[in-house]
């Protein structure tokens, strides 16, 4: 089982809908969990962290997360264009972050 | 100031030249990494620095060797490289790594790197 786990999408969200990507993870140690955001060519933006269970949310963005279930995800309302991207869930192990390969979101104009 | 820097943005390089890769942050953060991403891949760590000690070296080929002069410095210096070793190099920083709950990681912009 690999460590943070993604769907490689790509999901396609039509504009103004809620996006809905999520994450799972295998170490039961975890405890700080990051959401990422990687435009083509640009390097990986910090959008959210999480570090305790349920819901964080910051604009238009809600990460949730399930210890229990080893499950994170991330909510995008009202969904734009500009939120096109790769999206990368990263879980803390020790003193490195593990990235998932990452899930490709296409907002449909 | 939340900005990592990083220059140059992008190198080309033959495999027989010597050059570094340079990176700085004035947040006062006390841990610094080398990632290293390909194409369509997520970014794979190279080097971890705490407090300007080398702390993670995974298992990265001499080829490649960091340096971290200050607290707000970090430099890849690179020799002898292979066309494969052509990627984005991004340094990242955070407060401090031992306090696992405050490991929030910032990247820098990167630097493209191409091996002739």
């Known amino acids: 089982q690999k460590e943070v786990e993604q769907n490689s999408g790509p999901l396609s969200v039509p504009e103004g809908a809620i996006a809905s990507l999520n994450c799972t993870y295998s170490d039961q140690g975890s405890q700080s969990f990051f959401w990422y955001r990687q435009y083509s060519g640009k390097s990986p933006e910090l959008i959210m962290f999480i570090y305790s269970n349920g819901d964080k949310e910051d604009g238009r963005f809600t990460a949730q997360l399930n210890k229990a279930s080893q499950y994170v995800s991330l909510l995008i309302r009202d969904s734009q264009p500009s939120d096109s991207a790769t999206y990368l869930c990263a879980v803390n192990r020790d003193d490195k972050i593990i990235f998932g390969k990452g899930t490709r979101l296409h907002i449909l104009p | 100031d939340t900005e990592v820097t990083q220059t140059p943005k992008h190198l080309v390089m033959g495999m027989t030249n010597k050059k570094s890769l340079k990176c700085e942050q004035h947040m006062g953060h006390r841990a610094m990494y080398w990632y290293k991403q390909k194409a369509k891949k997520p970014p794979e760590l190279m080097f971890v620095y705490s407090y300007e000690k080398l702390s993670i070296n995974e298992s990265v080929p001499s080829r490649f060797s960091p340096e971290c002069p200050n607290s707000s410095l970090l430099n890849l210096h690179l020799h002898a490289l292979q066309p494969e070793d052509s990627a984005l190099y991004l340094c990242?920083?955070?407060?401090?790594?031992?306090?696992?709950?405050?490991?929030?990681?910032?990247f820098g912009p990167g630097t493209r790197l191409t091996v002739l």
């Open positions: 990242a920083s955070s407060q401090d790594r031992v306090r696992v709950v405050y490991n929030e990681q910032f």
